[in-house]
């Protein structure tokens, strides 16, 4: 009986070592599965939990809880600009990369309208 106090103990432990054991962390798990399932689309969903998983870091770096390099946080700080840069609707972006990468690839192959 006590495998969810080890799993606690385990998980807490690494929580604030590094980005990726914050995001991973059951109650980050949770409220980025719940971003997800709040979305109307798999566009959304990937929006939605992209901006969650940034949220849920920048709130560990403010509060002093997740240390991370001068790097990261401006990486952290450009991947939050991206997300919320992206257009709401998924036709939009890809009308936008299209336009910016089709001569790079063949959209039908991906089965995305020429």
């Known amino acids: 009986g006590g495998e969810l106090t080890l ?7 690494d929580r604030w070592l590094s980005p990726q054991a914050a995001i991973l ?19 959304r969903r990937t929006v939605a939990a992209g901006s969650t998983a940034v949220r849920v870091l920048k709130d ?16 952290l ?8 840069d992206l257009p709401a609707d998924e036709r ?13 690839f063949r959209p039908a192959s991906y089965g995305l309208a020429e």
């Open 77 to 84: 700080e450009k991947a939050d600009a991206a997300l919320a």
């Open 60 to 75: 560990a770096v403010q509060s002093g809880r997740l240390a991370v390099s001068g790097a990261e946080r401006q990486w």
């Open 25 to 43: 962390s059951p109650d980050a798990t949770w409220e980025i599965a719940r971003a997800i399932v709040a979305e109307p689309n798999d566009y």
């Open 92 to 104: 939009d972006l890809l009308s936008e990369m299209t336009d910016t990468y089709g001569h790079l």
């Open 7 to 13: 799993r606690e103990w385990l998980t807490e432990s």
